[in-house]
């Protein structure tokens, strides 16, 4: 099955930086890529998702890369603000869409003021 | 329109014990989802059901029972509590069509905890 590795777990970067969180996976079926944004003690929420025919996608602050032969992507957040603060889960999924998400482990994004 | 909606948002039981969670969802969406989410483990698919009367399993099925009788409606069971099934279990639905795979809308949650 499906296997999703997310880099890394915890990143604090001063408001104003970039972030960048990584993830690599396994299987070359899956074709596509959502972000999730979790605050403590919410649900997951979609931030931004790319499809295997897309190599950037960008929406405002957040853009996500994706290089299909090297089976990664990437997020990425510039200009951060202290309500960046969360959890961030990548998360991969097979062609056809009906099989649930493999997640990966999350990344605990800070933002020092 | 409430979207995903989880009951119970918490409970407490002990070892042996039987109890179901619901979800419901009011965006006609054809497929839905049972995730649960440990510490430091992200989110695991235990069962998902593509549409009324069918049900599949997930990563880590063992233990939970799944029923989808009708399209808005995913029900989880467990038969005899065991506290590895400590956890927050996370319901959600996607639509099936389009040209191709599509976001999946997460509900609030259940806060299960096994004594």
């Known amino acids: 099955g499906e296997n999703v590795e997310q880099h890394p777990s915890t990143l604090s970067v001063q408001e104003g930086d970039s972030a960048v969180i990584k993830c690599t996976y396994s299987?070359?079926?899956?074709?596509?890529f959502p972000w999730y944004k979790q605050e403590l003690g919410k649900r997951p929420q979609l931030i931004i998702d790319?499809?295997?025919?897309?190599g950037e996608k960008k929406d405002q602050r957040i853009a996500v890369t994706l290089n299909k032969t090297a089976k990664h992507f990437s997020l990425h957040i510039t200009e951060t603000q202290p309500e960046d603060s969360a959890v961030y889960f990548c998360?991969?999924?097979?062609?056809?869409?009906?099989?649930?998400?493999?997640f990966g482990k999350g990344t605990h994004l800070i933002i020092q003021p | 329109n409430a979207g995903v909606t989880q009951t119970p948002k918490f409970r407490v039981l002990k070892t042996g014990q039987s109890m179901t969670l619901l979800c419901a969802q009011d965006?006609?969406?054809?497929?839905m989802y049972w995730y649960r989410q440990d510490p430091g483990m992200g989110l695991r698919l235990i069962h998902y059901?593509?549409?009324?009367?069918?049900?599949a399993k997930g990563e880590v099925p063992d233990g939970y029972n799944v029923s989808r009788l009708k399209k808005q409606n995913f029900l989880l069971g467990l038969e005899s509590a065991a506290p590895s099934q400590t956890s927050v279990y996370f319901c959600?639905?996607?639509?099936?069509?389009?040209?191709?795979?599509?976001?999946?809308?997460f509900g609030d949650g259940t806060r299960l905890s096994i004594l």
């Open positions: 959600a639905s996607s639509y099936s069509g389009g040209a191709g795979n599509q976001p999946q809308h």
């Open positions: 299987d070359s079926a899956s074709n596509y």
């Open positions: 790319i499809r295997s025919n897309v």
């Open positions: 998360a991969a999924r097979r062609s056809g869409g009906a099989d649930g998400l493999t």
């Open positions: 965006m006609n969406h054809e497929y």
């Open positions: 059901s593509v549409g009324e009367g069918t049900t």
